[in-house]
Each structure stands twice: as structure tokens, then as C-alpha cells.
């Protein structure tokens, strides 16, 4: 019996960060955008930390997508983020999905102000 195929019906900008001089003997960190990618989501579990302006929450979440191979610029990296609109994924781990290679799970995190 297989599993069912991922439903990717969820479009992600992937982003890089990009560091400049801030003109002030600093860096200034910038996120620039290497293009959609189709994606599910899957909610995991949630908790609330203390943040530097206060509590935050933060939800694991589990994301799925269609695989690229090492080195190319669609594959996202735990330096990376995704995002939808306003909302921000973070992402700490990719890992292929199954043994033919198909698809790319990535663990992130989402946090949003409590």
C-alpha cells in the first residue's frame, strides 16, 4: 500500500538572506526571493516562549514539496525561509520525503506575537 501523494496547492516564495553593510560598521540583513514553489503544509505542535519583546508563539510545522536536487537554487536550505503573504516560515531542516527522491519535507517554524 503507498502512501497518498502530497497535495502541493500552497504557493511559497523561497527566500535567501542577503548581507550588506549598514553604512554604520554593521550588517544589514535583506531577503531576497529565488521563486515559487508549490507546497502542503502540516501543522505540528505549538508552544509559547518568552521573546525579547515579550511571548511569542511558535508552531512546528511540516512542509512539503516537490525535489530538487543538492546544490540547485529551488532547493531550500536551513538558511532559508518560505513565505505566503504576511506569514513566514522559517526553515531549520530539509530531508527527502521518500525513497524515489519526489519530494522534500522541511521543518519550520512559524512565530507569531501572542
Do not use: I
Given at each position: 500500500m503507498s502512501a497518498r501523494a502530497p497535495r502541493l496547492t500552497r504557493a511559497l516564495v523561497l527566500e535567501t538572506p542577503v548581507t550588506a553593510p549598514d553604512g554604520a560598521g554593521g550588517f544589514a540583513t535583506t531577503w531576497q526571493a529565488l521563486g515559487t514553489l508549490w507546497a502542503e503544509i502540516r501543522a505540528g505542535?505549538?508552544?509559547?516562549?518568552?521573546?525579547?519583546?515579550?511571548?511569542m508563539g511558535e508552531v512546528r510545522l511540516r512542509i512539503t514539496l516537490r525535489a530538487a536536487p543538492q546544490g540547485v537554487g529551488q532547493r531550500p536550505r536551513p538558511d532559508q525561509r518560505l513565505r505566503e503573504g504576511a506569514r513566514i516560515f522559517r526553515i531549520l531542516a530539509v530531508a527527502e520525503a521518500d525513497a524515489q527522491g519526489r519530494y522534500l519535507i522541511c521543518t519550520a517554524i512559524e512565530e507569531a506575537p501572542a
Open positions: 505542535s505549538g508552544r509559547e516562549r518568552l521573546a525579547t519583546l515579550g511571548p
